[in-house]
């Protein structure tokens, strides 16, 4: 990826366009998807829009039970439900060895699972816990099912940001937050991690046909927000006191799962890999004092060679199996 290339395409979908829009008339019979958080909100959508348009769709799952529950409920019962929690390593190592003694390939890896604004909490050797739930886990569910995306025909890896990633980057001299724990920050720090974690993996990907992309689905409320409370939400301006959504720009989850879906399918991204998405299109760079609200991703979240330092940092806390160079 070259800053050149990180500009709005002429997608013909857009900010209002849904997850119905951008998958009708497509038959991904044949294809296999591996949807992290597939079960709900965003995840839920696109699990259940992959699965109409044919695509045979796994889900692996921090509750089981409840995924099963939920998918049967949307329809999409027959999709496969893998236990993995993504805070757990050993969860997911688990879950993708798993899904490697049932399939030969996966086509689409989407990365929808993640937590917000969570308070301070501790996991596995002490991690912070949204670094965790939202880039290393899917850092090392990535390089686990490397080799099942390398046998595939023109993967693609489809990582959820968000506008959020504007709040930092990644505090490299803390980015566990040992100290200062900030709520918001560390979430921002998280997305910005995706972000670069796209970049990179586009980069050793490349050549194997593995392309990845980040992307903002929009500003949707869905179980994202559940750490938040109601009075939090209603100080933003997102929702009434019933809970109702009234905040400007607010999309559906329809029309937050659309970017996702289009970044697994378009044709206009082949040949492609390492970009910033938003609105069902390529984004713009954006100004280091822009609003969050007014689009385009900050040119840290798309650096080289800040992924490529993200990616070593990963891989030796990690310890995930290394992706071929």
Request: include cysteine; charge should be negative.
């Amino acid at each position: 990826m070259t800053s050149t290339e990180q500009r709005p395409l002429g997608s013909p979908f857009s900010a209002g366009s849904t997850a119905e829009d951008v998958i009708a008339g497509l038959d991904l019979s044949g294809t296999t998807a591996v949807v992290t958080g597939g079960y709900s909100g965003l995840g839920l959508e696109t699990t259940r829009s992959l699965a109409a348009a044919g695509a045979r769709v796994i889900v692996p799952a921090r509750r089981p039970g409840t995924a099963r529950d939920a998918l049967a409920e949307a329809d999409s019962d027959g999709c496969d439900i893998v236990p993995m929690d993504l805070t757990d390593l050993d969860s997911v190592r688990s879950a993708a060895a798993h899904i490697a003694d049932s399939v030969d390939r996966i086509d689409l890896l989407m990365a929808v699972a993640g937590v917000m604004a969570t308070p301070e909490r501790r996991v596995g050797p002490g991690w912070e816990g949204q670094f965790t739930a939202n880039h290393l886990g899917h850092f090392t569910l990535a390089c686990e099912l490397y080799p099942l995306l390398a046998a595939a025909d023109g993967a693609r890896v489809i990582v959820n940001s968000s506008a959020g990633h504007t709040l930092t980057g990644v505090r490299w001299h803390d980015p566990h937050f040992r100290t200062g724990y900030d709520k918001w920050l560390a979430y921002g720090q998280s997305k910005t991690a995706n972000a670069l974690f796209a970049v990179h993996l586009d980069t050793l990907g490349h050549d194997d046909g593995v392309r990845a992309f980040a992307l903002h689905p929009g500003k949707i409320i869905t179980g994202l927000q559940r750490e938040m409370t109601r009075h939090e939400q209603i100080e933003r301006g997102w929702v009434d006191e019933h809970g109702k959504v009234i905040g400007a720009g607010f999309k559906t989850p329809s029309q937050g799962a659309a970017t996702g879906l289009w970044a697994a399918t378009s044709p206009l991204l082949d040949g492609r890999g390492g970009l910033y998405l938003e609105d069902c299109d390529v984004a713009r760079v954006s100004a280091p004092d822009e609003p969050m609200d007014d689009g385009g991703v900050r040119a840290y979240a798309v650096d080289p060679d800040a992924a490529a330092r993200l990616w070593e940092l990963s891989a030796a806390a990690t310890a995930a199996t290394p992706v071929p160079r």
